[in-house]
């Protein structure tokens, strides 16, 4: 199984900060990852699929970018409702496999 | 819209059976292939199970293989996970998951969970 391993485990941020979190995959996954956005007691939320394609209605302050081993989520300028706990997924190979999670947390 | 309600979860002794439903409703049932995610309390997303769209096609994670049987009955716009020989560590919320419209892999459309206790 393609082992999916995020940094950093948490975050303290303000509202208007510019959030990176890393996702880094134990061999290359060709741009095959997603990211899912987790609130307290609620399922979890497709933010981007293909390491950068923006699903339809989320905001445009939520990028990716990566390749390779190598991806990162950017929220440009954090919101209120942003504060959450952020998943990336491997679709590459079966089964597909989740990060540990980053939850962002205000400071 | 796009709906996926879960149901059937509950308190069940280590060793015990339960059935997971989830009901779709708003999109092709049959088109798509489904999928089973679990959270422990506390922890992260664990895959669970896959079935393809009309059923002849499923995949288990090592995990819960030969204890837990997912199916569907496209009839009824319905997903299930018969789960077995229960553990204290199958003890999460279970999540039901459209696959993408690409079939590429991720999960487009979540239900709300429905969480499942292992205990004496």
């Known amino acids: 199984d393609i082992q999916m391993t995020q940094s950093p485990s948490s975050l303290s941020a303000s509202v208007g900060d510019r959030v990176t979190i890393t996702c880094r995959a134990s061999?290359?996954?060709?741009?095959?990852l997603a990211w899912y956005q987790q609130k307290p007691g609620k399922a979890p939320k497709l933010l981007l699929y293909?390491?950068?394609r923006l699903e339809s209605g989320v905001p445009s302050r939520f990028s990716g970018s990566g390749s390779g081993t190598d991806y990162t989520l950017t929220i440009s300028s954090l919101q209120p409702e942003d504060f959450a706990t952020y998943y990336c997924?491997?679709?590459?190979?079966?089964?597909?496999?989740f990060g540990q999670g980053t939850k962002v947390e205000i400071k | 819209e796009v709906q996926l309600v879960e149901s059937g979860g509950g308190l069940v002794q280590p060793g015990g059976s339960l059935r997971l439903s989830c009901a779709a409703s708003?999109?092709?049932?049959?088109?798509?292939?489904m999928h089973w995610v679990r959270q422990a309390p506390g922890k992260g997303l664990e895959y669970v199970s896959a079935?393809?769209?009309?059923?002849?096609?499923?995949y288990y994670a090592n995990s819960v293989k030969g204890r837990f049987t997912i199916s569907r009955d496209n009839s009824k716009n319905t997903l299930y996970l018969q789960m077995g020989s229960l553990r204290a560590e199958d003890m999460a919320v279970y999540y039901c998951?459209?696959?993408?419209?690409?079939?590429?892999?991720?999960?487009?459309?979540w239900g709300q969970g429905t969480l499942v206790t292992v205990s004496s």
């Open positions: 998951a459209r696959d993408d419209e690409y079939s590429y892999g991720f999960f487009d459309y």
């Open positions: 708003g999109f092709t049932f049959s088109s798509y292939a």
């Open positions: 079935i393809s769209s009309n059923g002849g096609s499923t």
């Open positions: 061999q290359g996954i060709s741009n095959s």
């Open positions: 293909a390491a950068s």
């Open positions: 997924q491997q679709y590459y190979s079966t089964p597909p496999t």
